[in-house]
């Protein structure tokens, strides 16, 4: 069982950067492959980045290549969503989710985090 408490959401101007954080509990956070998604109102979950459990290994969303980096510190069991030159097309619910297999699917996360709003203006 892992629990997720995503934070860091806020509303910011266009061209700002927010890092999100995402705390895991359990000892076994380690073993996990890590998502960040994000959903808009009216619009289906959207993939952002993943990442492995060793870190070694990112992927991100066509959105956000380039302009967000996914991180993580097994130490603390965090997980990190660097987001900069941010657009009012980012405003969302951001979500970060857990599983044992890599991947940029919603449906192949099996925990997620209750969610952080982030709130772009022009």
């Known amino acids: 069982q892992v629990q997720l408490v995503e934070s860091g959401g806020g509303l910011v101007q266009a061209g700002d950067s927010l890092r999100l954080s995402c705390a895991a509990s359990?000892?076994?956070?380690?073993?996990?492959?890590m998502g960040w998604f994000r959903q808009a109102p009216g619009k289906e979950r959207e993939f952002v980045a993943a990442?492995?459990?060793?870190?070694?290994?990112?992927s991100y969303g066509n959105s956000v290549k380039g302009r967000f980096t996914i991180s993580r510190d097994n130490a603390k069991n965090t997980v990190y969503l660097q987001m900069n030159s941010l657009k009012p097309e980012d405003t969302a619910v951001y979500y970060c989710?857990?599983?044992?297999?890599?991947?940029?699917?919603?449906?192949?996360?099996?925990?997620w985090g209750q969610g952080t709003q982030v709130t772009v203006s022009s």
């Open positions: 359990g000892r076994t956070f380690s073993s996990y492959a």
């Open positions: 989710a857990a599983d044992q297999l890599y991947s940029a699917y919603v449906r192949s996360y099996k925990y």
């Open positions: 990442i492995s459990w060793s870190g070694g290994r990112t």
